[in-house]
């Protein structure tokens, strides 16, 4: 019977761990983004896109460069996180494709690379909507009442 017990409850243990995908991350977005302007399938592939296209530069999760406050000793600017920690969640939606699809932001120096050849409007909405999941709530809403 201890047997069963133990089993059991080591069972239980592995089903909660395999379900937590992304853990405490899955759960905030699943629990905020039905009053967000993109769906959990647009997250899901952009994700795919991000880690393919950006990830290289912004990193794995979008925090950014350490640094990237600090202009190089060239004046240029490294990396921003996208995470929500950054200055991205000033920007309208409109200025974070043209960014991505164009490159370079708005009279900063830095060597962000233009991704219209590369990707599609869609693919650049969707990598938009991936970094957006991963704001918190009050970042995500303070973004929303600024009319973005």
């Known amino acids: 019977m201890m047997n069963k017990s133990i089993w059991l409850v080591m069972l239980a243990f592995v089903f909660l761990v395999a379900c937590s995908d992304d853990s405490a991350q899955s759960k905030r977005v699943n629990s905020v983004s039905h009053d967000r302007w993109y769906n959990q399938s647009m997250v899901k592939q952009g ?12 990193g794995a999760f ?4 350490p640094d990237w406050r600090q202009p190089t000793a060239e004046g240029r600017y490294l990396p921003p996180p996208l995470n929500g ?8 939606l409109n200025q974070l494709r043209d960014v991505i ?14 991704w219209g050849n590369t990707l599609s409007d869609e693919d650049i909405d969707t990598i ?21």
């Not at 979008?62 to 460069?65: D, H, V």
């Open 101 to 114: 699809k164009n490159g370079r932001g708005p009279d900063v120096p830095s060597d962000m690379p233009a």
């Open 85 to 92: 920690t950054g200055h991205a969640w000033h920007h309208p």
């Open 62 to 65: 979008g925090q950014g460069n």
């Open 128 to 148: 938009i909507a991936w970094f957006q999941s991963r704001w918190p709530d009050e970042i995500y809403q303070a973004w929303n009442r600024s009319g973005h």
């Open 47 to 58: 994700k795919e896109l991000f880690q393919q296209n950006c990830a290289q530069c912004h």
